[in-house]
T-cell receptor, first 111, second 114 residues
């Protein structure tokens, strides 16, 4: 049974720092992995989708990597800004439609 | 539409009442999901539609919950005899095609059962 873990549950860093959020999964047979952002009281916004055959995806200051063999994905945020404060969730595609979710990392960027 | 639209954004009801939550997915998206999210948790899967049919309803917690998508577009999540434990944010998401792809979420419907 696939399990997805995100550690730490919360992270607070000063503005301007580069940071890494972690997502680990137990079964390497995945279809894809998707990172989302959720602001308080809001829905989820898709950030990056990495297909099983890919190693990384980049969008602006965000870079997501995927290492299936070790069951890990990282979301790298460069030059963090207060507007990056949100909860970041990863979801592993377990089949052509099923997603297994982590509980998220709550990120606070201090001005 | 431009994005996934959910109505109502907030619903307060009394225990035992019937509730309907609506989701209007992105135009042309054949796959539609309903999730439920409690504070501090990741989304909990409820049901997945491919077109008009419920391809997987294994996440529906009990027979008080039902969802339909009669024309393969708009979906309605129906909750009968609501209980206080049903209070949560109900999220709808859609994506195109049948293969795993990027998922787009609505803003959610916050349900409070008093």
């Amino acid at each position: 049974k696939q399990e997805v873990t995100q550690i730490p549950a919360a992270l607070s860093v000063p503005e301007g720092e580069n940071l890494v959020l972690n997502c680990s999964f137990t079964d390497s047979a995945i279809y894809n992995l998707q990172w989302f952002r959720q602001d308080p009281g809001k829905g989820l916004t898709s950030l990056l989708l990495i297909q099983s055959s890919q190693r990384e995806q980049t969008s602006g200051r965000l870079n997501a990597s995927l290492d299936k063999s070790s069951g890990r994905s990282t979301l790298y945020i460069a030059a963090s800004q207060p507007g990056d404060s949100a909860t970041y969730l990863c979801a592993v595609g377990n089949s052509n439609y099923q997603l297994i979710w982590g509980a998220g990392t709550k990120l606070i960027i201090k001005p | 539409g431009a994005g996934v639209s959910q109505t109502p954004s907030n619903k307060v009801t009394e225990k035992g009442k019937y509730v309907e939550l609506r989701c209007d997915p992105i135009s042309g998206h054949t796959a539609l999901y309903w999730y439920r999210q409690s504070l501090g948790q990741g989304p909990e899967f409820l049901i997945y539609f491919q077109g008009t049919g419920a391809a997987d309803d294994s996440g529906l917690p009990n027979d008080r919950f039902f969802a339909v998508r009669p024309e393969g577009s708009v979906s309605t999540l129906k909750i009968q005899r609501t209980e206080r434990g049903d209070s949560a944010v109900y999220l709808c998401a859609s994506r195109s095609g049948v293969s795993a792809g990027e998922l787009f979420f609505g803003e959610g419907s916050r349900l409070t059962v008093l």
